[in-house]
């Protein structure tokens, strides 16, 4: 018996459902990051000292931890369309930003001139840009990725994926492969970009509707796995290649699949944006000077639900001001387009080479 075809994906306009995915998804990563990254995590004694502000914190983690492997399963839901075009955008966006924060903290004098700054700006220091690195080497594969997709048919695709995530589960989430990398890694994006291929190729809708279930299940287990780390250790309950995150992730894009949204030009725009919020408070001078100590200041100073509020609207403001800050790089970038590819972009282009 030959497989089934797999069903046509025809390009169209941007889909306000998944470019409003885009921007939760942008978001959930500024929640994981205030979380866990800037307050730390909280141990056994924090866990019964004071149960109810640790789930919270424990929850709003397992809530986001599927932030990183959203953003790339959206590129593999639509196939990355490798161009040298696209790829010179997305490392525009990101030499604009760090080369851009560096120069305006050297003039202000809040960093040195230093060949470890330089190094940071070009992404040349292992681990501080290793997303933009991992991104770039799923962006060279994806030709590859998208031929064997396409082609091999829903079995051999689903066998695939059977046997790559067994392995991952197994070497990676025990951290007994140290190339997995806990998914900080090209090679957990391969895996996220061709199960969101299956999913898009061949998903049944009643497996699509489901999604919000399979995400807000899938992440209380993520919960109840973080318990259960803390207890008896070496589980990395909150990592990207977490069976249970990689299982969430796959439902909240399942969810947003079965979304009708009306073509919303506003979001598209912001959305055209999102990855420089990454960019901007993941940058080493703006994240260790900036970012954390805010983000402590607040849960020292203030009750839960006011920290709370507080956070989530300094979040909010962060994302605002990225996406206000990237409005001269997509202006800049409409020139350096026609002065290279011949052409001005018809309409705001995201950064992300799978647009």
Request: include cysteine.
């Amino acid at each position: 018996m030959t497989s089934p075809a797999p069903r046509q994906t025809p390009r169209a306009a941007r889909l306000s459902n998944f470019e409003m995915l885009r921007i939760i998804a942008m978001f959930l990563v500024l929640i994981f990051h205030a979380d866990f990254w800037s307050l730390g995590k909280p141990s056994i004694e924090d866990i019964t000292s004071s149960p109810l502000s640790s789930f919270a914190r424990i929850f709003f983690e397992s809530a986001s931890a599927v932030c990183v492997n959203v953003f790339v399963m959206i590129s593999g839901w639509f196939g990355i369309r490798a161009t040298l075009r696209g790829f010179t955008n997305f490392i525009f966006q990101f030499l604009y930003f760090t080369i851009g924060i560096y120069l305006v903290m050297l003039q202000t004098g809040m960093a040195p001139l230093s060949g470890a700054n330089i190094a940071d700006c070009l992404g040349l220091r292992p681990g501080t840009w290793w997303f933009v690195t991992s991104y770039m080497a799923l962006y060279i594969l994806s030709p590859v990725l998208n031929t064997y997709a396409d082609t091999v048919g829903k079995r051999k695709l689903g066998l695939t994926l059977i046997a790559f995530y067994g392995f991952q589960t197994f070497y990676g989430w025990t951290s007994a492969a140290e190339f997995i990398v806990h998914g900080y890694s090209a090679f957990s994006f391969i895996g996220l970009y061709l199960l969101a291929r299956w999913l898009r190729l061949y998903g049944e809708q009643r497996l699509m509707r489901l999604g919000a279930l399979i995400y807000f299940a899938a992440t209380l287990c993520t919960v109840a796995t973080y318990y259960v780390s803390a207890i008896v250790g070496h589980i990395q309950a909150m990592s990207y290649v977490s069976i249970f995150v990689v299982t969430a992730s796959a439902g909240l894009v399942m969810w947003t699949s079965c979304l009708k949204m009306s073509h919303s030009r506003v979001i598209n725009y912001v959305a055209a944006s999102a990855f420089a919020v990454y960019l901007l408070h993941v940058n080493p001078l703006i994240c260790d000077s900036f970012f954390k100590p805010l983000i402590r200041s607040i849960y020292d100073t203030f009750n839960p639900v006011e920290c709370l509020t507080i956070i989530f609207g300094a979040l909010a403001a962060i994302f605002a001001v990225a996406v206000i800050l990237d409005q001269p790089r997509r202006l800049i970038w409409s020139w350096i387009d026609l002065a290279l590819f011949g052409r001005r972009s018809a309409r705001p282009k995201s950064a992300n080479p799978a647009d």
